[in-house]
């Protein structure tokens, strides 16, 4: 039985669904959530503002997630626009467990005291004065016993007025900014590392394809040998060998496999240049790299087919780990 042909087109369609071939994926429309390029999950930006009587910090940093995992530290005072400042992260930073702070530290005396409510605190003053001098009980620590009751101390909460709003704004947007940066920055490191990987894995896949035609012959002659051994050359019916002989190598012919691979390695680099390259859509890819890698290494039958095979295994677990942190 001869080799088979190049997969055509539709068969590579076929491989791959509907979006198939990589030549013409671009032509097709697609939905893209943001023009970017790979970026990291692991992000860090802060930034720093002075709006005269107050400092501002505002500090981000993320690890990887499947989802966004939003935490907020933030002074009371910045309470109403949580909702503001969740809807902005939501939309720049996409996925990850992410922990935003902003800290306020007011200047010196800018600092507000607590007030109390003198009014109040005398009328308690009283009543615990009468209630004590009709029960015969000490007097000494009533002042002490009415600063502890409700609503005598009031702590005015700071309102955020628009001005300082807006600095605090412009600042959040400044640490945002260095921590897209920061993203893209490590995106940059692990797709030189990924890209490398998946040349090693195709460059082992050429090493198959000088392995191969040595396979083959091996197999036919330990055939022949066995059936030498245990039944004789004359009793051997040589037609009936060289039809089972065809049947048991096409079993084991790895063509399509190694096409396959090919074109899916191929793809996957495509995937990396695409504008909305994320590491969901990659680690699709690389699971049917995974499958086309198995199966080459269950058919081949051949010692140094299979520690090629295990090289590739080997880069594309370590690919499989760098895409847990891709966003």
């Not at 005015?156 to 640490?175: L, N």
């Not at 012959?217 to 059936?227: A, C, G, S, V």
């Amino acid at each position: 039985m001869g080799v088979r042909k190049s997969e055509s087109p539709e068969v590579r369609k076929m491989h791959y669904g509907l979006l198939t071939d990589f030549r013409t994926y671009a032509d097709f429309p697609t939905k893209q959530l943001s023009l970017r390029m790979l970026k990291s999950m692991t992000g860090y930006g802060i930034a720093v503002s002075d709006s005269g009587n107050t400092k501002y910090t505002v500090e981000i940093k993320s690890l990887n997630s499947k989802f966004l995992e939003l935490s907020l530290r933030i002074p009371k005072s910045f309470s109403e626009k949580e909702f503001q400042l969740r809807n902005e992260c939501n939309k720049q930073i996409e996925r990850g467990k992410v922990n935003l702070s902003i800290n306020a530290e007011q200047a010196e005396g800018t600092v507000k005291a607590a007030g109390i409510d003198t009014a109040l605190l005398k009328n308690y003053l009283q009543q615990l004065k009468s209630v004590s001098e009709e029960l015969g009980e000490s007097t000494d620590n009533l002042m002490q016993l009415a600063l502890g009751l409700p609503d005598v101390v009031r702590y005015d909460e700071d309102t955020v007025s628009e001005e300082e709003w807006k600095v605090v704004e412009k600042t959040f947007q400044q640490a945002l900014t260095a921590f897209q940066q920061f993203r893209v920055d490590e995106g940059n490191v692990l797709e030189q590392d990924i890209k490398f990987r998946i040349g090693v894995i195709l460059k082992n896949l050429e090493l198959v394809e000088v392995e191969e035609p040595r396979r083959v012959p091996l197999i036919r002659e330990r055939l022949d040998q066995f059936l030498n051994e245990a039944v004789g050359r004359e009793n051997v019916d040589q037609n009936r060998f060289e039809q089972e002989l065809i049947y048991y190598i096409d079993k084991l012919d790895i063509t399509e496999e190694k096409i396959r691979l090919k074109s899916h390695c191929e793809y996957f680099l495509e995937t990396l240049k695409n504008a909305d390259a994320n590491g969901k859509k990659l680690g699709f890819i690389s699971q049917e790299i995974g499958r086309e890698i198995n199966t080459l290494g269950s058919k081949a039958n051949d010692a140094n087919i299979q520690k090629l095979v295990v090289g590739m295994k080997e880069e594309l677990e370590k690919i499989k780990e760098q895409l847990l942190n891709v966003l």
